[in-house]
Each structure stands twice: as C-alpha cells, then as structure tokens.
C-alpha cells in the first residue's frame, strides 16, 4: 500500500485507520483557506537557498544543517507533531526508504515546533531511524515560509479534540508548518520541495529517490 493510500483509509476511517468523520468538514474547510492564501506557492522551493538551522534533537543534542550537508545531502520533513496521525503515517513510510536514502550517501530530518519530550515519543512510537528535531516558536518553519496562524474555529475544534498545541510546543501562539518535503544539495540549494497546504496529502517517499541518485551522481 502506498503512503497516500495509507492516509486515504485513515481519512475514510477505513480498518486499521478512523478518524471521526464528523471533524472534516471544519478542517476542509481551512485547508481551503490556507491554499486560498497563496502561502504555499510563496515557501521555500526548488532552487532556492534553503535557510540554515541549529536545532536540537530529542535527546536535546544540537544538530546543524551545515554539519549534515558537510555529509551529503539532506532530506527534511516539516512535520506537525506527534499528535497528528497523517504525520506519524508519513514518518513511518520515510522511515521504511531510510536505508535506501541513505545508501545515496544523505541523512534524514523531520523538524516539528514540539518539544523534545514530545519528539521523543514521536521517535519511540513511530520506531524512527532518524532524528525528530525541536523547531521552537516555529523559527525555522517561518524561515521556509511554512508557518501558519490557525484560524479561531480550527484552534476551537483542536481544543475540543484535546490537541492543545501550547502544550505540544511550549508556544501559546497556535500556529504550525505546512507539511512540507525537501531536499537539499551539498551547495545549501534545494533540489526537491514539495509543500502543500492539504495536510491529508503527502509525497510518496520514492519521489525523491531519483533526486538523491543525481545528486550522487548515479544518474
């Protein structure tokens, strides 16, 4: 089964997946607001120079950008938190090409505005072979255009599902990432980028392979 596919019987609540049916209407409804405002087609892209980072992981062990790139290149997933299942779907299936990636000579990174308590049970849960890195206030999802504001009924109907986001990131400002995919060359240029507002639709982790091969020259 391929990753959408996943995500697609999670939103049909299809065994082994559910998702009350009765919260869609409300997320659809501002998922439509956000591709409505542009703020996708304005995020960092291919092409770009992708901003640097100095993060910690879930150990609370300072990991930078520049050092993973000083290795090869690098694959970063923007990633919600652990309380978001499509995203906890998405880890596992970037987890299960992890090796392949890295046969391609490049390292694995998802970036959450949670903190490490809580990236060490996305990291735990999800049986991860990468880090899950601290991304406080959001400053690094701002610096690749991702961050968003949740509007007043979405912050509502998150508190009614117990999703209290100040909490999760030890930031009372209720914003997020779009879920967003990159890959960045050795230069610090993007290679790979895919960003979308819907957050029920990712990537399939295979997309990237043929990237990775170019960038080690193997294509």
């Not at 000579?105 to 949670?114: E, F, H, K, L, T």
């Not at 490490?116 to 701002?142: H, I, Q």
């Amino acid at each position: 089964m391929s990753l959408q596919q996943k995500l697609d019987a999670f939103k049909g609540g299809k065994p082994p997946y559910n998702a009350p049916p009765e919260i869609h209407p409300i997320m659809e409804r501002a998922t439509a607001e956000l591709i409505a405002s542009g703020q996708a087609g304005r995020a960092i892209k291919a092409g770009d120079r992708a901003p640097q980072f100095d993060l910690n992981d879930q150990n609370g062990h300072p990991v930078s950008s520049a050092d993973l790139l000083a290795q090869g290149p690098l694959v970063i997933t923007f990633y919600r938190g652990v309380w978001c299942p499509y995203c906890n779907i998405e880890l596992q299936a970037l987890n299960d090409v992890l090796p392949q990636i890295r046969a391609l000579g490049a390292n694995v990174v998802a970036i959450s505005p949670q903190t490490s308590v809580n990236s060490r049970k996305s990291v735990r849960d999800n049986s991860l072979d990468f880090p899950v890195l601290s991304d406080e206030k959001g400053e690094t999802g701002a610096a690749f255009g991702l961050r968003f504001a949740l509007p007043d009924y979405l912050v509502a109907l998150y508190k009614k599902l117990k999703n209290d986001l100040p909490a999760f990131n030890d930031d009372p400002s209720w914003t997020l990432p779009m879920p967003a995919r990159y890959v960045i060359g050795q230069d610090g240029v993007v290679l790979y980028s895919e960003v979308n507002p819907d957050y029920t639709h990712r990537p399939e982790p295979t997309d990237m392979i043929a990237v990775l091969e170019k960038a080690a020259g193997r294509a």
